[in-house]
């Protein structure tokens, strides 16, 4: 897993979308960066007991994968994120982004 540490000269711009469903009870998120300029595909889920996981399909490299969102750690403060992928109907998930975020 590599990580990235976005430089505060160089500001990392992009756009999350999240759009609450009452009916379904579930929060559609969905992504683009000022790189591609594109909208990837939602990924779904709910908020539990402190904890968001969000589940979605998408392209990586050419490859059909499945994404998985976690949000944990959540307070008024910080969060936690991880993006992963599956290649093998969710019987293994690699961790490829983790964020700590913090309010300034």
Same mark, same amino acid.
């Given at each position: 897993? /590599?990580?990235? *540490? =976005?430089?505060?000269? +160089?500001?990392? &711009?992009? @756009?999350?979308?999240?759009?609450?469903?009452?009916? &379904?009870?579930?929060?559609?998120?969905?992504? #683009?960066?000022? &790189?591609? !300029?594109? @909208?990837?595909?939602?990924?779904? $889920?709910?908020?539990? *007991? !402190? +904890?968001?996981?969000?589940?979605?399909?998408?392209?990586?490299? !050419?490859?059909?994968?499945?994404? &998985?969102? =976690?949000? #944990? $750690?959540?307070?008024?403060?910080?969060?936690? %994120?991880? /993006?992963?992928? #599956? =290649? *093998? !109907?969710?019987?293994?998930? =690699?961790?490829? %982004?983790?964020?700590? @975020?913090? +309010? +300034?």
């Amino acid at each position: 897993m /590599q990580r990235l *540490d =976005v430089p505060v000269d +160089r500001p990392y &711009r992009h @756009l999350s979308l999240h759009l609450y469903d009452r009916e &379904r009870e579930e929060w559609s998120l969905y992504w #683009s960066d000022a &790189r591609t !300029g594109v @909208l990837f595909p939602a990924v779904s $889920g709910r908020f539990r *007991d !402190g +904890r968001g996981e969000f589940h979605g399909d998408d392209t990586h490299d !050419g490859k059909e994968v499945r994404v &998985r969102f =976690v949000w #944990s $750690g959540i307070s008024a403060e910080s969060a936690h %994120w991880e /993006q992963a992928f #599956s =290649v *093998d !109907g969710e019987e293994t998930w =690699v961790t490829n %982004w983790i964020m700590d @975020l913090t +309010r +300034r």
